[in-house]
């Protein structure tokens, strides 16, 4: 159990850790995707570029192209599902148990 609470701590801390070198590709777009709703601030940092935000945002733009992706501005990048589990679950109905169906 220890053992196991250890590893989970260990892969949270380094998930949240600021990439050593500017992603590049699939990894920075995956990484501002992770980090969009924080804002570019956070975002740039967390993939890499620091407060270089012209770069960070430049190298984003290519990232997306060579993907095929059509994204402006960082916000675009905040994936359809995250939006719908802000949005609330709205009004679950189902039977109180499974012989009243």
């Keep these: 159990m220890a053992a196991n609470l250890a590893r989970e701590t ?4 380094i998930a949240n850790m600021p990439s050593q070198t500017p992603l590049r590709g699939r990894e ?9 709703k924080q804002g570019i601030e956070t975002a740039a940092y967390q993939c890499g570029y620091g407060d270089d935000l012209n ?23 905040i994936a359809d599902q995250d939006l719908l589990l802000n949005a609330g679950t709205g009004e679950i109905i189902a039977p109180d148990t499974t012989s009243q169906l």
């Design 28 to 36: 920075l777009v995956d990484c501002a995707r992770a980090n969009a």
């Design 55 to 77: 770069t960070f945002a430049q190298q984003l733009r290519l990232a997306c192209e060579q993907m095929n992706l059509q994204v402006k501005e960082l916000s675009e990048l």
């Design 10 to 13: 260990l892969h949270i801390t």
